[in-house]
Structures are given as structure tokens and as C-alpha cells.
């Protein structure tokens, strides 16, 4: 049904590519562009600003989130800083340099073109957000801070406290509520996106639920832009807030669109560690955080000793011995899987075993616990309400978590999947951090596609289009409502002994242990044949109380589970075909002898996309590959010793 | 530990609420208030009940979505921090808690323990922003700004919209609400062009949503879980007298 996938790269050299496809791109007039509605699903960083954006071109924009309020989306979370290569301190850097360290970050298993024009335009973004109001971090002349982060020589981090992602986000959503009260946007809070409707193939609507009144709806547009997230919450416990899901992506893909490396997920080196049975969510400590302090775990196994009784002789500095040039700010995938590597030694640290320290003794007796209160006070503060100790005196423990997805829906270089009319961008989307994300980049490219990439591109699809959008009474709006409306029913219908819950914490375990941060063959088979039993038991044994036309937080569940239920499936799926190690991908049976991932550059430089057959092992996805061709970097086993 | 909850329960906003006990066995100390409320649901949902509805989502106390009064105090007794950032370890053993919503006229009930907030969109929307068009912003270097200042407005700009000052108001006044983001982009420069404008029209909307008055209980600021001092409440006095005597000047 697919043919080969067509990336759309523009030709030339990589430097000039955006430009001279900015330069030759569809337009769209301004008198034309009222003409046309664009649904957005999603108001984070990508889709707050992008839906900004588009207003502000004078587009009408539907934008719809399943929070409140369009600023509690997840990117307010986000701690650390965004990435610039504005070169503010003179250390050598530059778009090239930034381009390169984030396509050697994600294992050589990203685009090129799409790398550089990222890269290309992190400046700009900097430029936009102070204009905005956000107040990052300064310096006592008045000029603009920076910081370093993981998988970097150089200090391009721009950021605002630990609250960086909060304050982008609320420069999103302000950019948002303008538009909003200039009437080019249309806000749907509370409002979850179920499914999407194509017509002739184009991607022309979405049905959505109200979770306030429970009314399922259809929307129709010129073109439907999925700024949905990713897909972390597929296991259960993640650092992803409570909401996060998979359903918008998933459900765009069971009509056609594409799922592009789905096995790809990073897992967070520096997270609160689990504490009991009833544990709802996990809780990121900001990788700046490496900056100032040093991650070692006791040489000795078994040792039970208060880490301030180890003395200095009896100490691993693990990182900082096994990667002497990066140090504790070696890449996450790399620092993660060392910490596991540790724990599984049996020298982890905490009532559990699985846990490392983080230790900013030495950084307080450099600068004081001033200054260490000025960087990084907020993260202390919440270290301490979490787990009641103080990090001023005591090094925290840390332990590696799921954080953040690489994979996504396929898009081309125009951020459009292979079902037309259907963009993607910000981390559901999979095109731009290949096999593992750098530090502060996922905020760099939420924004770099909503505010300056997409809204150039987008028109390339909508100067086609004038004119058809369809009206909500077309019978492909009837069934898909229908469709949703039985998929309601049934899930209330069931009423068995189990919640929600407790399959989505099984599911969680089971793809934590077997598609985590190590994966074999053999255990991800295990898990292909548990999925769908799983799957099985859920919709013959899930209890979900109340119904469907009111406020139900128990039904909304139980729609993101049953998808995660069917995508897990997926991921191990990738993970199984992807036999090779890549940057957080790491399978057991690919290491170099001294356990680094080894990649397969002959067989699998490629994009595995993967399209919808039919529920299950019934009828396995088809795999689509996407070469990726390499022709200004060269491919080298990535070292940071 | 082992704790009674009295909490409110209400199917929706036409239907009269009532507090209703349960039973929270077997928590530990390091399990988060939320999570407490998570084990209650599961045993409600098991038993053929209908769970207690409440707001949560990043559960890290950012996101602003949790709204709980716990004993009477918007978010509980921890402050500074959300309800969702509450550990059991703060309350003894036995204790008997009592779980509201956050209580504002303006903040309509939709159920048990969810409350509507749009209001405070709205307030935003009335003019809570530069007016930044992406693609013409200048060089970002190219205005410095004294430390300070932006020190300040990343103070104000901390907070996290979650209306616990407005909850927790006898006025229900979301005074600390409207004054933060006032001061946030007062204090800047970019803010400047449109500070008359911004402070009159976010009063006007702050007022027309039905919050009331600030009295000076300081109950905002003491259950604000982003630090935010009610200093800027007399900023935006300060910034809204200036402003209505310019407008009036025809300035």
C-alpha cells in the first residue's frame, strides 16, 4: 500500500538546505489563510507555540488539550535548559558543532538535514523567548547565562532556574492566550482527541471526547497537526506526568500513519529512586545537576555503610573513571546504563540496591552551599519533600527512569507523515534525536518546530487544498464516531474484578524489565507472548465504574491503557527487529568488550517505520525503512572517554 | 499508617455534596497524599464504588493541576508546595483529614473534588502577554538586563496557576494570581510597551470573572506553593493607579 518513504530532503549542501527550501516553498496569501481551520492536538511547547504561530499568520486554529488549561501540558515539567548555539561564551561553538554533537548524541540514527536545520534555528528561538518575557538566567552585567549539559564541550545551555520548561511553556501559552483573545485561535481544553478522520486519504478531522460532559465529538480542518508527546507512560512509571499517553499518535497510526522507531526511549540517568508498592509517578532530578556533582556508588558490594562513614579509597567515581573526558557529564544513555550496570554488580546504594549517589559535597566546599542553593535550590527543596533527606549534607540518591521518547509518528522534512495533510511535531514525532536525546534539546526542538519550522512548511500542504475542507456530516465522520461511541460502551460494559491499574502497572513491569534499559532477544519474545494475553484479560476483565457522559477519570484511563496495551506490543516488536545496539537501545547481545552499544552501521543505519496490519500477532505491523544517508558526518563508534 | 478521611463527594454541580468517611489502612510514611488517595480509589473502584474524582498530573508540583484543600488549608499543611508534592509523613498516625476542593465562586464545581479554573485563563487572555510575533524578535543580546530584574521577574513568574491564592481568600481574591503576572512582565523590558494596556484590562477581567478584593489576610501567600510574595500585590496597585491616571490623562 506504502511505496518506498519519500523523506523529502532537500538537495544541496546541508548548510543551505532550510534556505533554499524556505526560498522555493508553496505559499500561502494572507487573505487566503482565514480561509482555512488547522486543528491542533496538543498545547505544550510544540503545540502551544505552533498554534500561536498559526494564529498569528492569521490562520484559524483549533487547538485542544486533555488538561485544564493549555500551560499545565507536560513541557512545564522539563527542568534543565534549552540549547543554542548562539556562542555567547566564546568556547568554540557553533550551528555545526551543535548539529554534530546532537547527531553523535542519538547514535548516528537521526537525519542529517533535519539535525542541522534544528540546530540552524536555536537561535532563533532565544531571540523569540526573551522577547517574550522569559526570564532566563543572567549575568551580573545583564547578558544572557549559560550552563553546560551532557554530551558537550561547550556551555550552550540556556535556562531559567530549574524551571526552564515552565517558563518556555508559559511564553507559549501567553503567545496562545493573545491569539486567543485576537480570536484566531480557538481553545478546547479538557478535551481528548480519540481519532482521526480521513477523507480521500487526507488527514481532514478528529473525533474528540469532552471530559467535563462526556460528549464525543468530530471536528473537521484543512489539515490536523498531532502535538500529542510521547509515549513514556507505556511504562506505567515514568518521570511523564499522570496524563501523558499514547492515544492521539497511536490512533493516527491504526489509520495508516506511520510509527517510526518506536523502540527508541530514553531512559533519565538522574531520577528519584522507587520507593513502595504504591508509587504513582517518577521524579526527575535535573541532568544539570551532573554540572556540580559527582555520581559514585561504594566499591565494595554489600555495603551498608552511611555514605559519609565510605571514605574517599572505598568510593567508584564510576563515570569520571570510565569516561575520563566527559566525566559525570557523559550522555544519558551512556550514564544510565553504567548506574544499572553498578546496581546489578549488587554495589547499588538505598533500602532497594537500585540507586547511585550524587554527590555535591565537594562543589559546596569549591563554592558554598550559596551558590549551590542559587543553581540548583528548587531541586533540592523537592529532593527533600519526596524522600525526607537533605542533599546539602547528605548526596542524594539517584536511579535511571524513563524520561523521554525518541520514536514517533514518521514525518518527511516537512513534518508530515505519510498520511497527507497529518503533521507531527515536538516529541511525538520521531525525526530529530535519533537513538537517544541530548540534554536540553527536547525543549530546543518543541519549539523550533512549532514557532519556525512548521509554519513555513505548512503551507507547502494547505496551497493545494483551498476549499475542501469537509463538512462533519460526511458518512467517514459517522463511522468514526460510531466507532469511539462502541469502544465507550464496551469499556463500561465489561465489569470485571481488575482496575485500570493494576493492568497498566503489569504492563509497565513487564516492558520496564524487558524493554528497558537492556534488552535480549529472548526476554523481549517473553514479553510478546504476555502482551497480548494481557490485552486479552483487560478487555475481558477490567472494571471501569460510572459512564460515559460525565467526568470519568476511570474511562479516560482505560482508553490511554488500551492503547498502551496494543503499542507496547509495538515497541518490542522494533526492539526485537533492531538487532544492533544504538544509543538507548541497548541489546545485550551487541556490546563492545568493555559494554558500550555497538551499532550495525551496514544493516541498520535506517528509519524503521512501521504500519498498521490489524490488531496483534494476528497480523504483524510492516516494517518501511528509511535509509539514512550519511553525507557530511562520518559514522564512528561514539566515544566519550 | 493508618488514617480516617472525610472527603467531599458530589456527582456534579446540581447534585447537594456531602463529606463522606473512609478508610485509609496499611500507608507508608514516604507514600505521597496523592498516591494515598490512588490506593483508597483502587479499593472503592474493587468494591463497586464510584472512585474519588480529583485533579492531578505531572505529580511534581509544577503543572499547577492538583487543588485540594486538606484541612482547610489550600494544598495541605506542607508549604510551599502543591498537594500533590503532600507525603503522608507530615500527619500523625491515626489522624483524621478532611479533603475539599478548592473552594472560589469563581471556580465552579464539576465534581467530587475537581473544580473548573478557567476563570484564571481567561484573566490571562485579557492581556498577560508581550505582544511577540514569532520571527521578529531582535538579537537576544541586544538588551541587557540587570541581573536583578530578571531576577525579579522569575520570582513572579514562578507561579504555577493552580488558584490556591483564590482558594484560600476569604474574598476569594485571585489578587496574587493577577499581580504576579503583572509584575512578571513589568519588570521587564520587553514588558514595557504594553503595561498600561495589560494591567487595566487583566484587573477589568480579574474582576469580571467575580474574584473579590484583596483585604490584606495574606492567606495567599502563605499557601502559595510557588513562593509568590504578596509584595506584588501592592505592585499591581502600584502599576494599576499609575495606569488608570494615564489612561485618564489620555496617555
Known amino acids: ?641 | 499508617m493508618k488514617f480516617k478521611l472525610k472527603v467531599w463527594r458530589q456527582k456534579d454541580p446540581k447534585t447537594k455534596g456531602k463529606l463522606v468517611t473512609y478508610e485509609a489502612s496499611d500507608v507508608s510514611p514516604n507514600t505521597s497524599f496523592l498516591e494515598m488517595l490512588d490506593a483508597v480509589n483502587e479499593r472503592l473502584v474493587l468494591g463497586g464504588e464510584e472512585p474519588i474524582a480529583f485533579d492531578s498530573d505531572c505529580r511534581e508540583g509544577i503543572c499547577g493541576t492538583c487543588s485540594l484543600t486538606i484541612n482547610g488549608e489550600a494544598h495541605g499543611p506542607d508549604h510551599p508546595g502543591a498537594a500533590c508534592e503532600l507525603y503522608m509523613r507530615r500527619f500523625k498516625d491515626g489522624a483524621t483529614i478532611v479533603v475539599e476542593p478548592f473552594r472560589a465562586k469563581p471556580f465552579p464545581l464539576i465534581k467530587d473534588l475537581v473544580v473548573d479554573r478557567r476563570a484564571l485563563d481567561r484573566i490571562v487572555q485579557a492581556g498577560g502577554f508581550v505582544a511577540a510575533r514569532a520571527g521578529s524578535a531582535p538579537e537576544a543580546n541586544s538588551t541587557p538586563i540587570p541581573k536583578q530584574n530578571a531576577d525579579r521577574a522569575m520570582e513572579a513568574a514562578a507561579c504555577i496557576g493552580c488558584g490556591a491564592c483564590a482558594a484560600a481568600c476569604p474574598n476569594a481574591s485571585a489578587m496574587l494570581f493577577t499581580a504576579a503576572k503583572v509584575s512578571h512582565l513589568a519588570f521587564l523590558p520587553q514588558g514595557q510597551p504594553e503595561r498600561t494596556r495589560r494591567v487595566l484590562k487583566m484587573v477589568t477581567a480579574m474582576d469580571g470573572e467575580g474574584f473579590g478584593n484583596c483585604t490584606n489576610t495574606y492567606e495567599c501567600e502563605a499557601v502559595c506553593p510557588a513562593k509568590i510574595s504578596a509584595s506584588l500585590i501592592a505592585k499591581l496597585n502600584r502599576e494599576y493607579a499609575v495606569a488608570s491616571l494615564r489612561q485618564e490623562a489620555g496617555d
Not at chain 1, 274 to 295: A, C, F, I, P, W
Not at chain 1, 403 to 418: A, E, I, P, R
Request: aromatic fraction near 10%; charged fraction near 25%.
Open chain 1, 1 to 641: 500500500m506504502i511505496g518506498s518513504l519519500d523523506s523529502k530532503i532537500p538537495s544541496g549542501p546541508l548548510a543551505e538546505k532550510w534556505t533554499n527550501h524556505k526560498d522555493h516553498s508553496r505559499l500561502v496569501a494572507p487573505n487566503n489563510r482565514r480561509k482555512f481551520e488547522i486543528i491542533v492536538v496538543g498545547s505544550g511547547l510544540a503545540g502551544g507555540s505552533t498554534a500561536a504561530t498559526l494564529g498569528e499568520l492569521g490562520y484559524n486554529v483549533k487547538c485542544f488539550c486533555y488538561q485544564d488549561s493549555p500551560r499545565r501540558a507536560h513541557s512545564i515539567a522539563a527542568q534543565g535548559g534549552i540549547n543554542a548555539a548562539k556562542n555567547y561564551q566564546n568556547d568554540g561553538d557553533s550551528v555545526f558543532r551543535l548539529f554534530y554533537d546532537t547527531i553523535k548524541g542519538g547514535d548516528f540514527r537521526s537525519r542529517e538535514a533535519n539535525v542541522y536545520r534544528l540546530a540552524e534555528v536555536s537561535n532563533l528561538i532565544i531571540d523569540q523567548c526573551v522577547e517574550q518575557g522569559v526570564p532566563f538566567a543572567r549575568e551580573y552585567g545583564g547578558l544572557l547565562a549559560n550552563r553546560s549539559f551532557g554530551g558537550a564541550q561547550v556551555s550552550r545551555t540556556f535556562y531559567a532556574r530549574g524551571q526552564t520548561g515552565q517558563q518556555l511553556l508559559l511564553g507559549a501559552y501567553q503567545a496562545l492566550c493573545r491569539q486567543i483573545d485576537a480570536g484566531t485561535v480557538e481553545m478546547f481544553p479538557q478535551t481528548e482527541m480519540l481519532d482521526l478522520v480521513l477523507i480521500d486519504g487526507h488527514a481532514k478531522g478528529i473525533i474528540t471526547r469532552n471530559l467535563v460532559t462526556g460528549k464525543i465529538e468530530a471536528h473537521s480542518g484543512d489539515a490536523v497537526v498531532l502535538a500529542t508527546g510521547g509515549y513514556g507512560n507505556v511504562f506505567y512509571l515514568s518521570t511523564n506526568a499522570r496524563g501523558c499517553n499514547v492515544t492521539a499518535t497511536y490512533r493516527a497510526y491504526k489509520k495508516g500513519a506511520l510509527f517510526a522507531n518506536p523502540c527508541y526511549t530514553q531512559i533519565h540517568p538522574t531520577c528519584i529512586p522507587v520507593t513502595g508498592q504504591n508509587q504513582s509517578k517518577l521524579t526527575l532530578m535535573s541532568e544539570s545537576l551532573r554540572n556540580d556533582g559527582r555520581v559514585w556508588v561504594p566499591k565494595k558490594p554489600g555495603d551498608t555503610r552511611a555514605p559519609n562513614q565510605i571514605p574517599e579509597a572505598e568510593r567508584d567515581y564510576y563515570l569520571e573513571r570510565k569516561y575520563p573526558s566527559f566525566g559525570n557529564l557523559a550522555p544519558r544513555d551512556i550514564s544510565s546504563r553504567s548506574a544499572k550496570e553498578v546496581c546489578d554488580e549488587g554495589r547499588g546504594v538505598g533500602e532497594s540496591g537500585r540507586g547511585v549517589y550524587l554527590d555535591f559535597a565537594d562543589a559546596i566546599a569549591r563554592l558554598g552551599a550559596n551558590t549551590i542553593c542559587e543553581r540548583y535550590g528548587n531541586l533540592f527543596d523537592i529532593y527533600e519533600k519526596i524522600t525526607g533527606e537533605n542533599a546539602y549534607e547528605r548526596p542524594m540518591r539517584i536511579y535511571p527512569a524513563v524520561h523521554y521518547t525518541m520514536g514517533g509518528l514518521w514525518v518527511d522534512y516537512n513534518l508530515m507523515s505519510n498520511v497527507p495533510g497529518l503533521h507531527v511535531i515536538g516529541e511525538a514525532n520521531f525525526s530529530d534525536h535519533g537513538a537517544n536525546r541530548l540534554g536540553a534539546s527536547a525543549l530546543m526542538q518543541g519549539l523550533a518546530d512549532g514557532y519556525f519550522v512548521l509554519p513555513y512548511t505548512l503551507p507547502g500542504y494547505l496551497a493545494g487544498q483551498i476549499g475542501k475542507r469537509p463538512a462533519t456530516d460526511r458518512p467517514e465522520f459517522r463511522q468514526a464516531l460510531d466507532e469511539v461511541d462502541a469502544r465507550t460502551k464496551k469499556l463500561l460494559s465489561i465489569n470485571g474484578k481488575r482496575s485500570v491499574d493494576s493492568f497498566h502497572r503489569e504492563l509497565g513491569l513487564l516492558l520496564w524489565d524487558k524493554c528497558g534499559m537492556a534488552r535480549n532477544a529472548a526476554g523481549l519474545r517473553e514479553a510478546l507472548a504476555r502482551i497480548p494475553q494481557l490485552r486479552e484479560e483487560f478487555w475481558r476483565d477490567v472494571r471501569v465504574p460510572g459512564d460515559g457522559e460525565e467526568f470519568n477519570q476511570s474511562l479516560e484511563r482505560a482508553g490511554r491503557v488500551a492503547d498502551f496495551l496494543e503499542f507496547g506490543e509495538l515497541m518490542c516488536i522494533d526492539a526485537l527487529t533492531r538487532d544492533e545496539s544504538c544509543g538507548g537501545h541497548f541489546r545485550e547481545e551487541h556490546q563492545t568488550p568493555d559494554g558500550e552499544a555497538l551499532r550495525d552501521d551496514e544493516n541498520f543505519a535506517d528509519v524503521f517505520a512501521w504500519e498498521y496490519q490489524g490488531n496483534g500477532s494476528a497480523a504483524a505491523p510492516k516494517l518501511h525503512r528509511e535509509p539514512l544517508v550519511f553525507e557530511t558526518v562520518q559514522l564512528t563508534q561514539r566515544s566519550y572517554k
